[in-house]
């Protein structure tokens, strides 16, 4: 709070005047500090959580586009993309495919999964045409929460 002496005379020096205002108080400084920690210490955990959450959420709207341009890719070519060239012939036409109209994606690569991994392609896959995965957080196989797969099956 600011607070204001009674000015005393009329002829007073900047500096006089300077000395006459003063500021906040240490109480009231550490009482705005408690409450913004408080506040802090409720808050951030709850949007801790939410982080990985939003990266899974990211991951399974990537693996959905990605999937819609294998599937424009089929449409135009007749066949899916093959093992050996993957997610790379979406933005960069393999030799032997014909009717090839990409790019399928709009970035040069294929886009890397929320934690910085490729994408696993499988052609054949095991639950569809083709499988595509990330592996999570932990960039292993299985796992729950943050380390949960994402699949393009489910």
């Known amino acids: 709070m600011v607070k204001k002496m009674k000015k005393s005379g009329k002829n007073k020096t900047s500096n006089q005047r300077a000395h006459m205002v003063s500021g906040f108080t240490l ?23 939410r982080v990985g959450e939003s990266k899974q959420t990211a991951a399974k709207a990537q693996i959905e586009l990605i999937s819609t341009a294998i599937e424009i890719y089929k449409l135009d070519t007749g066949k899916y993309p093959s093992q050996e060239t993957g997610l790379q012939s979406l933005n960069t036409k393999p030799g032997d495919v014909q009717n090839w109209k990409g790019p ?3 970035k040069d690569k294929a886009p890397k999964d929320p934690w910085g991994a490729d994408y696993i392609y499988k052609f054949p896959g095991t639950h569809g045409d083709y499988d595509l995965i990330s592996y999570g957080a932990d960039g292993t196989e299985g796992g729950s929460g943050d380390n949960q797969d994402i699949v393009s099956w489910e």
């Open 104 to 106: 399928y994606m709009k």
């Open 27 to 49: 109480i009231e400084l550490l009482i705005v500090m408690v409450i913004i920690g408080l506040l802090a210490a409720f808050i951030a955990p709850k949007l801790i959580g």
